[in-house]
């Protein structure tokens, strides 16, 4: 079995194709494939290119802890660089992507150092996103984890997130209240969480607990999110840099709230598992 290994600002994919693996294995396997001591380690499994008939390419992206996300930024940047690398693309063309988020259109540039995305529009209504309550926009409502009352706004980009504001940001508030605030009631997919500071009118930065895989370097979802509620708030430009620990994305929001993403990926190296020895079984 055949996996291929990118990043993108630090978050790490595997890359598996249905040609390789004709039936996705199961949770169990993911979880010990994803694991950083007894697997290959990751953030995820990116499965595709699966085929499709209305002309776009195939994406279904997996969780370390088993489950399938939506949507995700990096990790449809991480497949934009697979596919030009296989030769599936060329650089420069405009592409589709399916997710369960939706529909993203794409475009690769400096050899998948550089990946335009257009990630869709922001929502902030809670039967969307989806949020617990009536039917209204979920902006600076209160929310309490762990005896502490944060002010939250809720988004989706085809995937649910929990932007909170701060004055002063450090990598412990999402490592101590992002587990919390993931599995909140007020979210019953889960979610993910964002705690943001705003630098200036083009800058924000932000601490990331990402919904099945934890404390995270960079999300390109979650930039588009927390990019979209800082303007949403008045506090940011049309065009900004969101910073992370593991680099920067560059965000550009319409006046619709729809968002284009631009980010950079890296190649790590193909790893392969013995055909002989189940995948379940398997500690790399």
Wanted: proline share 6%.
């Amino acid at each position: 079995m055949r996996f291929a290994k990118y990043h993108a600002l630090g978050n790490d994919y595997l890359v598996l194709e249905p040609k390789d693996c004709p039936t996705l294995f199961s949770v169990d396997a993911i979880r010990k494939v994803c694991h950083r001591h007894f697997g290959l380690g990751s953030d995820g499994i990116l499965y595709g290119p699966i085929e499709r008939t209305d002309g776009t390419f195939g994406l279904r992206i997996l969780n370390p802890d088993g489950s399938e996300a939506e949507k995700s930024g990096n990790g449809i940047r991480i497949f934009c660089r697979h596919l030009l690398e296989t030769k599936r693309i060329k650089e420069g063309e405009e592409f589709r992507l399916h997710t369960l988020g939706g529909i993203v259109r794409c475009n690769v540039f400096e050899g998948g150092n550089r990946i335009r995305v257009e990630m869709g529009k922001v929502s902030f209504r809670a039967p969307i996103i989806p949020h617990v309550g009536p039917d209204r926009e979920v902006l600076g409502e209160e929310i309490t984890v762990l005896g502490k009352t944060f002010k939250y706004w809720a988004a989706t980009v085809g995937n649910p997130h929990c932007v909170i504001p701060v004055t002063e940001l450090t990598p412990e508030l999402a490592k101590t209240y992002g587990p919390h605030l993931e599995t909140h009631p007020n979210f019953p997919n889960r979610t993910n969480v964002q705690f943001m500071k705003i630098l200036d009118r083009q800058n924000v930065q932000i601490e990331i607990w990402e919904r099945g895989a934890g404390y995270t370097l960079a999300s390109g979802s979650s930039s588009s999110a927390s990019a979209a509620v800082a303007r949403k708030m008045g506090l940011v430009d049309a065009d900004l840099t969101v910073n992370m620990p593991g680099g920067k994305i560059i965000i550009g929001i319409g006046d619709d709230y729809s968002i284009v993403m631009t980010g950079p990926t890296t190649p790590v190296g193909i790893f392969e598992m013995h055909p002989g020895v189940p995948v379940q079984d398997v500690a790399i």
